[in-house]
């Protein structure tokens, strides 16, 4: 793993990031896939729900809340 990624669950509301590994497997894996989440994906942190947790991103003009046990799969890179 390189030093300069950093799980998605740790982008700060508004910061922008590109999506460089995923490290789930099986179903969770292929849910990530499917909404986007490719090599080099531009994906904004939006908003937070007020418990903090999911959070809502924008993933190829979508918005998608993720809960952080998901997002914490997800290894970006920050633009």
């Known amino acids: 793993m390189n030093n300069i990624y950093i799980p ?3 982008l700060s509301i508004g910061e922008k990031c590109k999506v460089k590994e995923l490290i789930s497997d099986g179903l969770t894996r292929r849910r990530m896939l499917d909404l986007g989440l490719i090599y080099n994906t531009v994906v904004e ?8 947790d999911p959070v809502a991103y ?6 998608i809340a993720l809960r952080s046990e998901a997002a914490s799969m997800i290894l970006v890179e920050k633009i």
């Open 8 to 10: 998605l669950s740790s």
């Open 45 to 52: 942190s939006l908003h937070q729900s007020p418990s903090g």
């Open 58 to 63: 924008l993933i190829r003009g979508a918005v």
